[in-house]
């Protein structure tokens, strides 16, 4: 089994910046896959950012230039640097650890962005 937590929201003004974590502990592969997603209050959750094992990314197109993802592969840890922030932010951003055995999530923290 695997273990996420997040840490790193927060209130925020718009234009601003935050920086989530996300630590993985437990029976970690090699070769896996951890993404962000959020989920603001009545939509539904979404993938915000992704990233492999080797160092492959890839962006929602509403965060493209301004979420960065990246990873630590010796803690494990995956990041994310939200930079530009906007209101359309705000919501509750979750990590994802995926990897051949299937998917284990984090609890979420919660990102809010006022204007």
């Known amino acids: 089994q695997v273990q996420l937590v997040e840490s790193g929201g927060g209130l925020v003004q718009a234009g601003g910046s935050l920086r989530l974590s996300c630590v993985a502990s437990?029976?970690?592969?090699?070769?896996?896959?951890m993404d962000w997603h959020r989920q603001a209050p009545g939509k539904q959750r979404e993938l915000v950012a992704t990233?492999?094992?080797?160092?492959?990314?890839k962006y929602a197109d509403s965060v493209k230039g301004r979420f960065t993802i990246s990873r630590d592969n010796a803690k494990p840890a995956v990041y994310l640097q939200l930079n530009s922030l906007k209101p359309e932010d705000t919501a509750v951003y979750y990590c994802k650890y995926r990897d051949s055995r299937g998917d284990f999530w984090g609890q979420g923290t919660q990102v809010t962005v006022s204007s």
């Open positions: 437990g029976s970690i592969l090699s070769i896996n896959t």
């Open positions: 990233i492999v094992s080797v160092g492959y990314t």
